[in-house]
């Protein structure tokens, strides 16, 4: 069974930083795109990030961009998320979600959530 | 950059079919994916490419994709249906290509 477990989040300050991860267990996790998808409270889905199996290839969301980095340690069968400059807006639910091989993502499945708060 | 139009509601009886659309310029010419998310839960996938419904989904649910709208339809709604569902597409000519849509809250009257 494919499980994604998140960790990492808590309540950070405005202009700070947050690394979160999430361990995977029940598939090859070298071989699978992984994201990180968030939901503000009371919001939808927003696609946050992307990395190819093979950790070489990745993508961001325009209100991310140059504020986040996804990495993976295939090794450890882990996906990462450095957040850094974190904003109100940053305040969500953060996922992490198994895709596919690179081309017409789709997320399953997901993980139980890691919770953001940004607040003073 | 790609945009996904859901409307925010769509209510419907118990045993009535609901149908929740997704518009999306040429979208019939791309991949759509639907989740459903029920409060306090994880998003679950219940129909990818267009229409194949995942092990474990109900065959009520079911999909269809052309010209500029995607439809996913659940027939013989029941209670436990009532979810937010969210459309996706992956456009990979974007430098940002993960879309959802905005989300339509399905209520079981």
């Known amino acids: 069974e494919v499980q994604l477990v998140e960790s990492g989040g808590g309540v950070v300050q405005p202009g700070g930083s947050l690394r979160l991860s999430c361990a995977a267990s029940g598939f090859t996790f070298e071989n699978y795109a992984m994201h990180w998808v968030r939901q503000v409270p009371g919001k939808g889905l927003e696609w946050v990030s992307f990395?190819?199996?093979?950790?070489?290839?990745?993508k961001y969301g325009d209100s991310v961009k140059g504020r986040f980095t996804i990495s993976r340690d295939n090794s450890k069968n882990s996906l990462y998320l450095q957040m850094i400059s974190l904003g109100s807006e940053d305040t969500a639910m953060y996922y992490c979600a198994k895709g596919r091989y690179g081309i017409f993502e789709r997320f399953d499945p997901w993980g139980q959530g890691t919770l953001v708060t940004v607040s003073s | 950059s790609y945009v996904l139009t859901q409307p925010p509601s769509v209510s419907v009886a118990p045993g009535q079919t609901a149908r929740i659309t997704c518009g999306g310029n040429k979208i019939g010419s791309k991949s759509v994916h639907w989740y459903q998310r029920k409060p306090g839960q994880a998003p679950v996938l219940v129909i990818s490419?267009?229409?194949d419904r995942p092990s474990g989904i109900p065959e009520r649910f079911s999909g269809s994709n052309s010209g500029n709208t995607a439809t996913l339809t659940i027939s013989r709604v029941e209670a436990g249906d009532e979810a937010d569902y969210y459309c996706?597409?992956?456009?990979?000519?974007?430098?940002?290509?993960?879309?959802f849509g905005g989300g339509t809250k399905l209520t079981v009257l």
């Open positions: 490419d267009d229409n």
């Open positions: 990395v190819s199996g093979d950790g070489t290839t990745t």
């Open positions: 996706q597409v992956w456009d990979t000519r974007s430098d940002h290509p993960g879309v």
